[in-house]
């Protein structure tokens, strides 16, 4: 870590060993930036940055495509996923041929383009601000994805019902899956254990979730830390997300706790 709180972790000689072949998968929030990149075929981890605090992630994005040397050379795929309010899931029985049709609902700030994502049994229509928009336009194939997106991916394979937390210093984003399905997915603002504890009991109340409900924890948390603890008060079953990446050397993570960046990571997963 070091003097402006960031992480940056690579290979040896990384400059060098940038190829046009590598992917990357960025992560934007309203006030955090991330990136990983990823030998061609996603073979092994090359490079982790993570601002994980700042006033504007969105302009950190956008100024890290001129001063960092590493974006001087093209991409294969870049994975985008960036934080809205603007997102609704549609069951595919309702979707609508014009993504544009869900406007309606949406409060429009900071970019007008709908974008949809379509998925086995629903579809993800969202908006995203204009400064994401155009770090997109910096690389030649790119797949848009809004957070909800890698959260929904690294628990896909859960039938039953359950409540994933992501925690970032400043922001905290909830994911409720019933069924399978998902049926909430906010970001809030949570500074401390206060406003945690009371989002969570919002939550608790308007969702119907009880202390059965299984909850897990990924982002910048530790057991037993304020945040893991005001969790804990309310639910008997809560565990640490890891990154399933088992065809992928992420050695390069092994001195950090590996759910630091489960969603991060699980946005390789949002090609297939």
């Keep these: ?3 402006n709180n960031s992480i940056f ?7 060098g060993r940038r190829e046009a072949a590598d992917e990357l998968l960025v992560r934007i929030t309203q006030t955090s930036f991330s990136f990983a990149i990823f030998g061609g075929g996603s073979e092994d981890l090359k490079a982790l940055f993570d601002l994980p605090h700042c006033s504007n992630g969105f302009a950190a994005a956008v100024s890290a495509l001129a001063d ?7 991409f294969a795929h870049a994975y985008v996923a960036v934080q809205t309010d603007n997102l ?14 869900y406007a309606r609902y949406f409060n429009f700030t900071d970019g007008t383009a709908v974008h949809q994502r379509d998925d086995q049994e629903f579809n993800t229509v969202f908006t995203i601000p204009e400064k994401a928009e ?8 790119a797949t848009l994805l809004p957070l909800a997106t890698p959260m929904l991916s690294m628990t896909r394979h859960f039938q039953g019902d359950a409540l994933v937390l992501d925690f970032n210093p400043q922001q905290v984003s909830f994911l409720l899956k019933k069924d399978g399905l998902p049926v909430f997915f906010q970001t809030y603002e949570i500074e401390n254990s206060a406003e945690l504890n009371y989002y969570l009991l919002l939550l608790i109340d308007s969702l119907t979730l009880n202390r059965n409900t299984t909850v897990y924890l990924s982002g910048i948390i530790h057991e037993d830390d304020t945040a893991h603890s005001c969790v804990s008060k309310y639910f008997d079953q809560v565990y640490f997300f890891l990154p399933a990446q088992p065809e992928s050397d992420i050695a390069l993570l092994n001195d950090l706790p590996l759910h630091y960046y489960s969603t991060l990571l699980a946005q390789l997963s949002c090609g297939l």
């Design 88 to 101: 609704i899931f549609v069951p595919k029985a309702l979707e609508a041929e014009d993504p544009a049709v």
């Design 68 to 74: 960092d040397p590493v974006f001087a050379l093209p």
């Design 134 to 141: 155009h770090f997109l336009t910096h690389f030649d194939q």
């Design 9 to 15: 972790l690579s290979i040896p000689q990384l400059e």
């Design 1 to 3: 870590m070091n003097g």
